[in-house]
């Protein structure tokens, strides 16, 4: 596809999105962002704001398979990546595959189940495979992990570890709606739910299309000297234990890739850089002192103000 044509496929992809998730642009961008990135979206916010419809609406758009993972302390590694059983007929082991074999995967609560069963997510983020008895099994491409949990609640859960968080690109909120987009979900939501009806606008190849060219966008030397300056930020700010790593640079980087592509552009601005550096950030840093539950406000507003200090290039 030309460039034009590759604009106007994420541009429908867009509206179809927010043709259901309504009133909430930036959360529509930011699910985009991650998926053209190639990366993963954890959603923290209170239960009933639309985490799970943003999962069903991406999935149908792109005409991929949705799977929901509903996260318990009782849940199994082999719950999600899938087990071998014997073939009595063959007389050999055969490998059923587990729900994470999906092009979206919403792994709900995701803070309910425990480190072993967290952990069975990490080779698939990280590697696009899951390996089970000796064997490695390759995901299907595209595919995003899309995980949602309440910060408020802690009894019962288990918090995520550090090198969990990390392999998520972004960390957003919802948030609930104005009144107005509130009454417009009442309408719309009397004979049913719209999401169910959403037709797809785009196939997995031409996501998959979609990405290459996202990881193609021109970055000049001074915007990543400028990324690299707020990332040198967070690791000397006397207010964090620890700053960025590298990973948590390059995901910077490709999500204002990303985030340009969506602005019709082939080349990264600094605003890209800026807008992103919360979202993206704030989950990969340990600020002194927090205390839990406040983490996550706490540590965007200073990740925000480490950004507001550094020279932008002209």
């Known amino acids: 596809m030309s460039r034009e044509e590759l604009h106007q496929r994420v541009s429908d992809l867009e509206a ?30 209170v239960p009933g704001v639309g985490k799970t419809l943003v999962g069903k609406a991406l999935a149908r758009s792109i005409h991929g398979r949705f799977c929901r993972l509903q996260f318990t302390p009782d849940l199994l590694p082999s719950d999600i990546v899938g087990s071998s059983v014997y073939d009595s007929q063959r007389r050999e082991f055969t490998f059923n595959a587990g729900p994470i074999f999906a092009n979206v995967v919403l ?6 189940a425990p480190p072993r069963t967290q952990s ?7 590697d696009r495979q899951v390996s089970a008895d000796g064997q490695t099994h390759p995901l299907p491409q595209p595919f ?19 090198s969990q968080l990390d392999r ?20 719309t939501h ?19 299309e979609l990405q290459r060219a996202v990881s193609s966008v021109r970055f000049d030397d001074a915007v990543s000297e400028y990324l690299l300056d707020i990332v040198e930020s967070t690791r000397e700010s006397d207010e964090l234990h620890v700053g960025v790593s590298t990973r948590g640079a390059l995901n910077l980087y490709r999500a204002a890739q990303a985030a340009a592509f969506l602005d019709g552009r082939d080349f990264v601005v600094p605003d ?26 706490e540590t965007e507003q200073l990740i925000q103000q480490l950004v507001e200090q550094v020279p932008v290039p002209v």
Not at 107 to 112: H, K, L, V
Not at 168 to 187: A, C, K, M, N
């Open 16 to 45: 179809n999105i927010s043709s259901v998730v309504l009133g909430k642009p930036e959360v529509v961008r930011f699910c985009l962002v991650a998926l053209l990135s190639g990366e993963h979206l954890l959603l923290e916010d």
């Open 107 to 112: 792994a709900d609560e995701i803070n309910r």
């Open 120 to 126: 069975a997510l990490l080779e698939a983020m990280s």
């Open 144 to 162: 995003i992990v899309i995980a949602t949990q309440n910060p408020y609640e802690y009894e019962g859960t288990y918090p995520l570890p550090e």
């Open 168 to 187: 998520f690109l972004l960390r957003i909120s919802i948030g609930y709606p104005d009144r107005e987009h509130e009454r417009q979900v009442l309408q």
């Open 190 to 208: 009397r004979d049913g739910e719209p999401v169910e009806r959403l037709e797809a606008v785009v196939t997995e190849e031409q996501v998959l």
């Open 272 to 297: 890209d850089v800026k807008q992103l550096a919360p979202a993206v950030l704030s989950h990969r840093v340990i600020p002194k002192g927090y205390v839990q539950g406040t983490r996550a406000r």
